[in-house]
């Protein structure tokens, strides 16, 4: 408030006081307010961002008809995409898509599917003017690239179109010699990743739908928890280890069409390492700064009539918002415009903030169009190839740790390294992979005193990428997504 506002306050005469009619006032407005927030409360739920779902699947519910599970033809032509071709005279129904065809006949089990006759074990009925067909002629329909693939899922009581990846099956855990197996049935290995490799919170993806069950029986150690995650690209697993597990291995077998993941008490050479992991417990973020790459005459990758700078700075913005919606914490841009700054003026700025957590924000490019994704950059979390921190080492080697001051991220590369594995988890199950994790001081850090990382958001040289930056909600999606992942670090659950 003002000198001259407080002044003009003191000079004003005063009143006698009116308790009575001031309450009643005061009584109006809160019940005023209250309509309000009661009219506005609609409007200001649809303008929240919707939390993560699952993977939605396009579906249609079945139906029994005289004791038979039946799927009505027009949905089933909705999910196989099928053009409708009515026979009166015969009573017959045929659907016609991606040339393919199926014939159904009214009281009649004998189905045409191309040239194919099959006989079901029941009829295709009509009931209320629509045919109903029993859900078994499902797994007789055409499996070729051209053609959806259903699947009917007792469990949600519906007929689903399969996505890329096909079906995952339920996982099968063997135990002995020192080492640990989960054997997934999958119809495309090679699509499966390891998308985070902390033992508290060990995550792999696969591109399918999962059709299984989780086993519920005791886990071997060293497991100690096995949960299926929302994906909507997929599905995925979080696996919870003991601090027993030394390392870990994956295994993809196209000709068995599994995938193995073993984790063995002891590792060395033919194991991979675990992600290090900071102490226990919440996180304390204060403060977060976020950095938009480029800007000015620096105008980073362009392609597909978009420029990074100016994308960076959109997300900045929108994550910005994110942010402070769920955080108690201050957050802050190193740059609200377009103009460039310097590596040196980008660290200041984090720095002179006392930054808990500065995420500088890039979008990748390359020549090939092939590539796409997003891409994470830290501090290598290790010392001469052992699993120590700098931190740690300097604690166990000698009292103090002199470091150049453009290293100091240094200090912070265990806690950045899960930093950018929560937040390309987040990305990998919100349908922004595939990820990528480089442990290499990236130019954006130097001089910066707090854990960070670079995170290439998508590849603007991918089409792909691109069409989905440019949807309505492209953007707020993808801050959601990397909103998810910081949250998850915050919490260190």
């Not at 129904?93 to 189905?111: C, I, K, S, W, Y």
């Not at 942010?323 to 609200?336: G, I, K």
Request: net charge positive; aromatic share 4%; hydrophobic share 45%.
């Amino acid at each position: 408030m003002s000198a001259s506002r407080v002044r003009r306050l003191e000079s004003a005469p005063r009143m006698a006081p009116r308790r009575a009619p001031a309450r009643r006032e005061r009584g109006r407005r809160w019940v005023a307010l209250a309509a309000l927030c009661v009219a506005l409360a609609p409007a200001l739920a649809a303008a929240l961002p919707a939390p993560p779902a699952a993977q939605t699947l396009e579906s249609a519910p079945v139906r029994n008809v005289e004791g038979t599970t039946c799927i009505g033809a027009n949905d089933l032509a909705r999910l196989l995409d099928a053009t409708k071709y009515w026979h009166p005279e015969v009573r017959k129904l045929e659907l016609r898509a991606h040339g393919h065809r199926v014939q159904l006949t009214a009281d009649n089990p004998f189905v045409l599917v191309d040239d194919a006759t099959l006989r079901l074990d029941d009829p295709v009925r009509s009931v209320d003017g629509e045919f109903q067909v029993p859900v078994q002629l499902i797994d007789s329909l055409p499996s070729d690239s051209s053609e959806s693939r259903l699947l009917y899922d007792p469990r949600r009581s519906s007929v689903l179109v399969l996505p890329p990846g096909g079906v995952v099956g339920t996982p099968r855990v063997t135990s002995g010699e020192g080492v640990t197996r989960i054997v997934f049935p999958v119809e495309r290995p090679e699509d499966a990743a390891v998308v985070a490799r902390a033992r508290a919170h060990f995550r792999v993806r696969f591109t399918g739908f999962f059709a299984g069950t989780v086993p519920d029986s005791a886990l071997p150690a060293p497991l100690r928890g096995l949960v299926v995650l929302p994906s909507l690209t997929g599905c995925a697993f979080e696996l919870r280890l003991g601090p027993e597990a030394g390392g870990f291995r994956i295994e993809r077998d196209a000709r068995a069409r599994r995938v193995t993941l073993s984790f063995a008490r002891a590792g060395g050479a033919g194991w991979e390492a675990f992600a290090p992991e900071g102490p226990p417990g919440p996180r304390r973020i204060r403060v977060v700064v976020i950095d938009p790459g480029h800007g000015g005459g620096d105008t980073g990758v362009s392609a597909g009539g978009l420029l990074e700078k100016d994308l960076t700075l959109v997300l900045a913005r929108e994550l910005r918002r994110e942010l402070q919606r769920r955080l108690a914490a201050r957050v802050m841009l190193t740059r609200d415009d377009d103009r460039a700054l310097s590596v040196d003026e980008r660290a200041e700025f984090a720095n002179r903030s006392r930054a808990d957590l500065v995420l500088s924000l890039h979008f990748d490019g390359f020549p090939g169009v092939l590539a796409r994704g997003a891409s994470a950059y830290c501090p290598p979390a290790v010392v001469g190839g052992s699993s120590e921190s700098r931190a740690d080492a300097a604690s166990a080697a000698a009292p103090l740790l002199v470091l150049p001051w453009r290293e100091v991220a240094s200090r912070h590369a265990v806690e950045s390294r899960a930093l950018a594995e929560a937040v390309l988890s987040s990305l990998e199950l919100r349908g922004e992979g595939p990820t990528r994790l480089r442990e290499v001081l990236p130019m954006s850090l130097l001089g910066v005193n707090a854990p960070g990382m670079l995170l290439e958001c998508a590849t603007l040289t991918s089409e792909v990428d691109r069409a989905r930056l440019a949807q309505s909600d492209g953007m707020a999606a993808l801050a959601s997504a990397i909103a998810d992942g910081i949250e998850a670090w915050q919490r260190n659950e």
